[in-house]
Structures are given as C-alpha cells and as structure tokens.
C-alpha cells in the first residue's frame, strides 16, 4: 500500500485525534505543523491525509501532551462519532460479537492500513469458554517505541469501550477481565478508570477476556433495526473504499467477518447480493476460488487457535468445520509443515 496515498478520511480519526490532543493544551499550529494539515481542511466534505500524515500528526500530539499514560487519557474521552457509522453502532449492536465483528470489517474505511491485518485471526475461545482477545498486536508504529506506546494505549481503552458498551451485562458472569504484559506502575493513575472488575499486570501477554455469554449473547432486541441501518451505511462505505482492492480481497474480508464452519458458498454470495455464478467468475479472474480462499480462512483460524487458545484439538477441528481432530492434524501438517503439538508448544 502506498503510504503517500491520501487514503485516511480527516474527518474520523484526524480530527478526533486533534480535538483530544487540543483539549489537553496542545497549541493547534504546532499540532499541525509539518503535517500539510490546515484549519481550512476541517471543513470540507471530502479531505484526505496520507499514513505519513497522520503519523506526524501523532507525533506531534504525543510530544506536546506528554505523559506516560498518554493513551489512556486520549482513549477514555474520545468521540465515538470520529468513528462514524460504526461508532453509533455501539449504542445499538445485539451483541459484543456483532459489534466486534463490524469493526473488523468496517475499520478499514476509517484507518485504510489497518486493511493490512484485517483478515487475521485475532480473539480465541479459551477453556471454560472464555472469550479471549489479544491486544499485544503490533501496531503501524512498533519501531517508534513513543508512539508504539501511545497506540496500544489507546487500543486497550477504546477496545474496553467497546466490551463494556456491548457486552451483555445480563448473564451470569458479566465481569471482563484485563492482564497486561507490563510492570505494574508507581501509580494506577488512568488505569483506575478502565471499564473492567479486574486488572492484572506482569504476565507474558496483554489480553481482555469475558465470558463466552457476555460476547455471544444478544440483547437490546428494539434497536436491532437501528443497527442493520448502521450496518447497511457501513457497507455502502465500504463499497466505496473497497474501489481500491481486488475483488478477492473484499470477498476475503467478508468471509473472516462471516466465518462459520459452515459457510458456502451460495451465503455468502447472498450476504454480498451478487449471483453464485457471478462470484465465482469474478473470483477466477483474479486468479481465486470461494473454496481456496475457505481453506485459507480455516486454517489460520485452526493454527491460531492451537498457538494461542488451551482448547483441545478436537474443539478447535469442529469449531473450525474439520469433521475429526485426525482431519485437522494432516491439515496442520500440510498448511505450515508443522505438527498441531508442535504449533502448541512452539
């Protein structure tokens, strides 16, 4: 991806970004100066900035607020409505699932680079099915040690947001748990206000984890139409953006979005409102088919499980849609050369 390309709309995240650092006292030329960013830009309809401008805008955020938890800061007050459509959902998703399955899709169309790991396997299901997901990813800026900070800072709070806004706080065990691969500070400070019962530090992974019912179970049934219109926006958005990819890549993102072990191709195809036919020529002009781009899918889905989740092998061969954990082994084997206790261990 061209990192000049002006991709980013600066009205989601930019100026998000801006009103927060100015709250806290940043002076609004120095903000913006040597970004190619201008006050005038804040009021048109279409303006664009490059990934290199919204990093020098971070940086020159970051060094005008310092503070160690900068991110935190930044993350508790910012406006979901820098998020568009998707940040409106958040008021009215069924679930912690639907929502967070959205954001995956949609994120693209307000951070473009985050396309670069969209279809990856992120969250798992762990024993006494737990819901967990990882938030020690990397981040766009991990050779800037300031600004990699600052993001996944950021990321852990307006990640809880979305847990706390959307979980199901109905069920049996609402509570939403945070370890964080990091010295436990001098002083809590911002870390006090994290929407979560419990938080750990000192352990080898950062991670949020709740109950599989506080993720899967839906609620909120009256505002379930408020959400598909949201969800209908998102996708015009995206149709849009999506200009910009291969027809292959967009039909990849849908079926991560959408995986179940049963997916075919027909569902999909009607969850894009395009003829079965019609997807499967597409897919072979660009040199794909529905069912490599399935197994793909499934097999990194198995792999991270096995790396990351304590589910056994025959769970994850039948959460993943293999028919026996025999299955899923000569499939671990053939996909990465590796055998699934080796995955495990390594």
Known sequence: ?????????????????????????????????????????????????????WRALLANGVSQCRHP?????????????????MGFMLGCSPSLKEVAESFRRYMVTVQPFYALHAGRSNSYLDKGNRVVEPINYATSQDADPVLKDFLRQFRLVTTLRIWDSCGNKSVADPDIHVRLDLPQPSSYG??????????????????????????????????????EHLQRECEQELERFAERFSFAERVR?????????????????????????????????????????????RMEIAVHHLRQSCLAVEEIADYTGFSCASSLRRAVKNWSGKTANELRIG
């Open 253 to 297: 993102w849908h079926m991560r979005s959408h995986f179940t072990p049963e997916l075919e191709l027909n569902q999909v195809a009607e969850q894009l409102q395009i003829a079965p036919r019609n997807l499967s020529r597409r897919l072979s002009a660009e040199g794909e088919t529905f069912r490599k781009l399935l197994h793909e899918i």
């Open 1 to 53: 991806m061209d990192f000049n390309a002006r991709l980013i709309p600066l009205h989601r995240h930019p100026l998000g970004f801006i009103e927060a650092f100015t709250a806290l006292g940043a002076d609004q030329s120095a903000l913006l100066a040597g970004t190619g960013i201008s006050p005038a830009m804040f009021q048109m309809q279409e303006a664009r900035i490059s990934y290199h401008q």
């Open 190 to 227: 911002y870390y006090d206000q994290l929407p979560c019962q419990s938080l750990e530090f000192g352990h080898t992974e950062s991670s949020i984890s709740g109950s599989i019912e506080l993720v899967f179970k839906r609620f909120r049934p009256l505002r379930l139409r408020t959400y």
């Open 69 to 85: 938890q900068l991110g935190l800061i930044v993350g508790l007050e910012f406006d979901w409505s820098f998020w568009g459509p």
